[in-house]
């Protein structure tokens, strides 16, 4: 959610929002981390800073990045007069004492696996989850599932299992997962929330990386509920949920899936950004501060896990 200008600045109208960046294949330069560093909020910068590996401190500062660039662009509200904080539940708010909160404005980021996400829309109430499907570190798949037994209802956990081999299983299984937290994080909670209360309809079985579905449904405590969850994949590995409120609580008059094919029909296509488009209209909060560039070089990327392969 975010504000309204008071001042001379528009709010100018705006289609939906969907971007990704690689975080992964992203290595920063000296100069890309130093300028990052003076991109965002000090509270921010040092919080990044405190991350034990760079791999999560560089997903964290794509994540302020992408909602700043979110809000200079499509709000044409100049970088160093954002401010953000988070609620209570960790959601970020745009929150300033020019502006009046504009209830229909809403954004969303996650970021697992290899890529940073967002999803915006000027009127829909919006979350959004990534997740990559990666083989459990120590157990077996069964041995995970049935830890696990309890986050999902016996329907999903037979659409699951319903797939002969185990790769194609974890895979759905993450699917299932990502369109739970889109539902949690769009309407703000967080731990507490029983997910057996929701349950998935998934449709279709198979995604083909590169187009939006919208045919999966949710119910909530047995009774089907008016959001539209759009399901896509960036590649072979990463599933993204976005989960949608519907306007007037009325269901699209036609299940359809977007492709690359009809682009008229495509507005909920990820763009790829780079750091360049990262950057583009930053004005720098802070003074550069080479020991920032310092403390990331001393990182390790990434914990060390145990390398296993099913494919």
């Not at 002969?164 to 909670?189: N, P």
């Amino acid at each position: 959610m975010v504000s309204r200008a008071r001042t001379g600045w528009s709010f100018l109208p705006m289609e939906g929002v969907r971007w990704a960046f690689p975080c992964a294949a992203w290595r920063p330069s000296r100069a890309e981390w130093l300028l990052a560093a003076r991109a965002v909020q000090p509270e921010e910068k040092d919080r990044i800073g405190q991350f034990v590996f760079s791999r999560d401190a560089k997903a964290a500062m794509v994540g302020r990045l992408m909602m700043r660039k979110l809000i200079a662009e499509k709000l044409t509200i100049p970088w160093n007069n954002i401010h953000l904080k988070r609620t209570s539940k960790g959601k970020p708010v745009l929150v300033n004492d020019s502006f009046n909160i504009h209830p229909d404005f809403n954004f969303n980021i996650s970021h697992q696996g290899d890529y940073a996400v967002l999803a915006a829309e000027p009127k829909l109430q919006v979350g959004i989850d990534i997740m990559k499907t990666t083989l459990p570190g120590r157990s077996s798949i069964p041995e995970f599932f049935r830890i696990m037994n309890r986050q999902f209802t016996e329907r999903e956990w037979k659409t699951i299992k319903a797939f002969e081999d185990e790769w194609t299983q974890l895979d759905t299984f993450y699917r299932h997962w990502a369109l739970k937290e889109s539902f949690l994080k769009a309407i703000g909670v967080g731990i507490g929330f029983k997910l057996q209360r929701i349950e998935f309809n998934i449709s279709p079985l198979h995604l083909e990386v590169g187009k939006v579905y919208r045919e999966t449904n949710m119910l909530l405590d047995g009774e089907e509920e008016e959001w539209t969850f759009e399901e896509s994949r960036l590649d072979e590995y990463h599933h993204i949920a976005v989960a949608l409120k519907k306007p007037d609580g009325l269901r699209p008059q036609n299940s359809q899936v977007f492709s690359q094919d009809h682009p008229e029909l495509n507005m909920s296509q990820f763009t790829f950004l780079t750091f360049e488009d990262l950057v583009a209209s930053v004005i720098p909060l802070t003074p550069e501060d080479p020991s920032y560039w310092d403390n990331f070089c001393s990182k390790q990327e990434e914990p060390l896990r145990n390398s296993r392969s099913l494919r």
